[in-house]
């Protein structure tokens, strides 16, 4: 079945440092990798996607990179800030309907 | 618009009573999912639903049963409540055209079976 393998699961940085977590996928049919943002006891909330036709997507501080021949996809996070502290979470939509979820990474920013 | 609605927030059960976690919309999304969010597991799916009579069970549907019988209701139904269903639940709704894959979700409901 499909799968979604996140990584680091934890990830502390200091403030104003890049992060970088990496994704990968099972399902070769997938089309659609967004990436969710999660502060503690909230809903998730979607930060960036990127589609299958794009290698790569930024937006300010953010930006997503896609390698379809590879299965993988990461997030980058420039001059990180405080507030930029939540997990983190990757997911791959495959033309089945169904949205699959990795395993979250837990971003640190130490001020 | 309230968005996508779950009730209730917070429910405790004890081991083998049935409930049922309701979940709408009102952006007339035609895909609806539930989720369970553990520690350590992330979002995992449970059952999904692209469209009104249509559903599908996702990675982890044992002990949950689901129904559209509208586009803007889709209920989760625990039917013999076990302390492995602990967990957050969450309900999420897309787009039928354009961004149909960009899935929002309602604000979850905390369960805890005793």
């Known amino acids: 079945g499909e799968n979604v393998e996140q990584h680091p699961s934890t990830l502390s940085v200091q403030e104003g440092d890049s992060a970088v977590i990496k994704c990968t996928y099972s399902?070769?049919?997938?089309?659609?990798f967004p990436w969710y943002k999660q502060e503690l006891g909230k809903r998730p909330q979607l930060i960036i996607d990127?589609?299958?036709?794009?290698g790569e997507k930024k937006d300010q501080r953010i930006a997503v990179t896609l390698n379809k021949t590879a299965k993988h996809f990461s997030l980058h996070i420039t001059e990180t800030q405080p507030e930029d502290s939540a997990v983190y979470f990757c997911?791959?939509?495959?033309?089945?309907?169904?949205?699959?979820f990795g395993q979250g990474t837990t971003l640190q920013v130490k001020p | 618009n309230a968005g996508v609605t779950q009730t209730p927030k917070f429910q405790v059960l004890k081991t083998g009573q049935s409930m049922t976690l309701q979940c709408a919309q009102d952006?007339?999304?035609?895909?609806m999912s539930w989720y369970r969010q553990d520690p350590g597991m992330g979002l995992r799916l449970i059952h999904y639903?692209?469209?009104?009579?249509?559903?599908d069970q996702g990675e982890v549907p044992n002990g949950y049963n689901v129904s559209r019988s509208t586009t803007e209701d889709f209920p989760l139904r625990l039917l013999s409540a076990a302390p492995s269903q602990t967990s957050v639940y969450f309900c999420?709704?897309?787009?039928?055209?354009?961004?149909?894959?960009?899935?929002?979700f309602g604000p979850g409901t905390r369960l805890l079976v005793l």
């Open positions: 999420a709704s897309s787009y039928s055209t354009g961004r149909k894959e960009t899935q929002y």
């Open positions: 399902d070769s049919a997938s089309n659609y």
């Open positions: 990127i589609r299958s036709n794009v």
């Open positions: 997911a791959a939509f495959s033309n089945t309907g169904k949205l699959i």
């Open positions: 952006m007339n999304h035609e895909y």
């Open positions: 639903s692209v469209g009104a009579g249509i559903t």
